[in-house]
């Protein structure tokens, strides 16, 4: 550790106030002049800017500790007030202790053995592990027990009510006496020590009247750096205007004082100083007017520096700006790895990875320097270096004119600045990082263009789309976090996901309908179709083809599927497309949808969604556990590379035309959604001449409602269903809904068939004016088509009534999402902030950093959810089905199909529930949004 | 349990975990066990109804006695938690 520079350590910090007299101690000048400069521009002696306090002005020397700008620290001046004045920060604990302790002798008022009590219960606490936090609680208890009292329990004296006028002013309530702050002081001192460590103090790092000032640190100049303007002007820091506003009072107030002055004039100035000095700590103080600059903005003092959003913690400490990252727009390129991401030469020439010169690598790195930070000629790429770094800590820039002199000089222990070379290791990021999967580590590629790029699979965990997103790159500096990154943060590592235990990378969209080509109903590939699939992989063995009735050699879409499988691989699972008929018919599965694979062989069965896809993906989801993570992503990189090789020899695409339906089958859907508005004008009817039956627990209204909603839904349904009827298994928008990849039958019905109900909260439509939803209709219209019925599709279009109602059930799905993502991003801030520092220690327990137990067991049960299946520690059928093999079916009547079930239903599904909702009536808008909120 | 002191028993509640008070040397056996010390034990206030009923039954618990919890878990069935009694 030492080797690192690291000579101490810090072994704890604490807060406390600081005393006049260390102030004074610690202080490198006494300030007494409000002037800065004198005539010739110089810093006058015991002024703001005296160079005692340090150095801003390069090639100057500190007159404290003669170092130069960089290395001296500064040091702090004083200003000896001529009144004490009270410290805004600490108003509250003054009021604390003027209140519960005697006015006259300045002891606590609570009896002896209330006192002891306190003090044995506080020792007590700290014993059982309270922390600072409940000792202060319990303090602030102790004082409100000992305030209020009429007369003091020791010596007697009688109380008087104080008042806190707001800000700084005490008063004494019954005389309206104000308390000077020299007062308040006395009082203060006058409080014994033993009675201070009753109320929570520490009399020995902080005495009360210290919050009283009698002297006025003034920080070094480092901290409020004055700034030359381009015409020669001086323009200092808002602290220092401030400083010299208090010396200014400050020297008229001892003047007027000495002199002997009316007691008015003093106190008036008094009243000033406080003043200043209160808007030196804090000029957003409620109750007084803020400080102001002579332009009318308000200064930026103390408290400014530190506060809000854009403070010194939040924006400078929190969200610090980092150098060996990159940050542009990012495109697909489904022939990278899932762990790669493609960087633009321009950005790999800027990030460097610094590399340690040794006698095994000097030559190496020699010729490198010698290339300089632009290596001609620019193709192909070869990294070159932007930085030398000697032993001795000195840094050299190499620029094409020096490359050939530096390389000359390069020698052992020095460290140099390389340029991206493919494979490195980077971090990836996209905001919001919502999960540890936003942040993963990727290889590096080296690319031509200006855009990150990576592969499709790994667009869920990002949450990434192309249609401008950007992301950030973070190259990794040191051994260590290269080593971390790699085992923790890699891709392939993030594979499944510890929100369900179930994969979150995995084939998606076009993937699943190329692998759906690939295996559904096993067609036959020759010899040209076969090779031109497969030479898109590496590391595989082609299988041995069968032969046609011709003698031509040819191999089935399960065959070339199998390729990719490890050799010994077995599971059994129905696919998306499954019907889910009774029985089921198992192998001989009219759908083909039954998938049986024994010893890396795909014996029947279509794979889709359910077999690679992302989050549903049985065969990944098994890969990924039993074979380990890289051979999942050796499986994912090929099953895609596959399964567009299929997709591109079958080719595909979809179009407004898949949707168009035959003449008849229109005629049956117009007919069958007029016959269910029949149905509703007539329960209409049935309500308003009294004959409707009441439901159980409902008014009259409210089974209308009802009772028409379901009508008008099952007309929806039932159009949906004679349409889905002549669309067919061959229409590609059926094969992508039915096969996973994209888009529902639910978003086909309402593009061939019929829209549907639109609905508000719930409910059908009943806003707009009055008893009618718009002034077509007539006022206490029921009927289907005044409250918001659509039945038009959106391929026939919709009528302005349709449509204006459309736009209704719209907009109540975009406020809610608007909602939504505001109030969870808040939820997740508040979670995040209360279990940011627990962590597991190695006995299982979880922990915060005081070390106290917050849970005794991890998850109760100290199992990681990304090990578990879909949340279970262990799949019990699963080892069943691995022991007794295909016996465990028959023996066990295990529902193969259920094994690994729907996990990822419950967030992830309802997420594309609302996902789903939102584009079936917004489909069109779904892009304008989108991009609206980037 | 002899609770009639208390005017509403919530340890007989479904959703109220059972609520055990351990004896020293049960206390500090745990302790021993979980290789842990009194203060980095989960905190439960005396003030606490569970500990108010706990009271009833075996007299006045002072700070710093640990009370064991048995709750049901959807993960583990059942999960043993420990907590100390702190002022309140």
Known sequence: MTARGITKRIGSIKFSCVSPDEIRRMSATKIITADTYDDEGYPIEMGLMDPHMGVIEPGLRCKTCGCKVDECPGHFGHIDLAMPVIHVGFIKDIKMLLESTCCKCGRLMLSEDQVKARRESMERMEELGGGTIDVKNFSKETAKDASGKGVCPYCGAEQIRIKLDKPTTFREVEDNHKLTAKEVRERLERIPDEDLVTLGIDPSTCRPEWMVLTALAVPPVTVRPSITLDSGDRSEDDLTHKLVDVLRINQRLRENRDAGAPQLIVEDLWELLQYHVTTYFDNQTSGIPPARHRSGRPLKTLAQRLKGKEGRFRSNLSGKRVNFSARTVISPDPLLSINEVGVPVFAARELTVPVHVNEHNIAQIREMVARGPQPVPEKPYVPGVNYVIRSDGRKIRVTDRNAADVAEGLDIDYTVERQLIDGDVVLFNRQPSLHRMSMMAHRVRIMEGKTFRFNLCVCPPYNADFDGDEMNLHVLQSDEARAEARILMQVQENILSPRYGGPIIGAIHDHITGAYFLTHNNPRFDRFEAMNILFKLDDIKVPEPLIDEKGEPYWTGKQLFSVVLPEDFRTTFKANICQSCKPCQKENCPYDAYVKIRDGQLLCGTIDVKGIGNSKGKILDRIARDYGSDRAAKFINQVTRLALGALMNHGFSTGIGDEDIPEEAALQISNNTQDCIDKVTDLVASYQDGTLEQMPGRSLRETLEVSVMGVLANARDEAGKIAGKHLGMNNPAVIMAKAGARGSMLNLSQMAGCVGQQAVRGERLSRGYWDRTLPHFEKGDLGAYARGFCSNSYKSGLSPTEFFFHAMGGREGLVDTAVRTSRSGYMQRRLVSALEDLKLTSDGTVRNTVGTVVQFRYGEDGVDPARTVRGKAIDLDDLFAEVLGDQADELLHVETSDIGGDYGTLEKDEMEYTEDEESEEFDDLDMDYESGGE | ?88
């Open chain 2, 1 to 88: 349990m002899a609770a009639e002191n208390i005017s509403f028993n919530v340890l007989r509640h479904d959703l109220v975990p059972e609520h055990h008070l351990l004896t020293e040397e049960e206390a500090e056996a745990v302790l021993s066990r979980k290789g842990m010390t009194r203060d980095q034990l989960p905190k439960i206030r005396k003030s606490d109804p569970g500990i108010k009923v706990l009271e009833s039954i075996h007299g006045p618990i002072d700070e710093g006695r640990v009370v064991k919890i048995v709750r049901k878990s959807e993960t583990a069935q059942e999960f043993v938690a420990y907590r100390l009694v702190t002022r309140g």
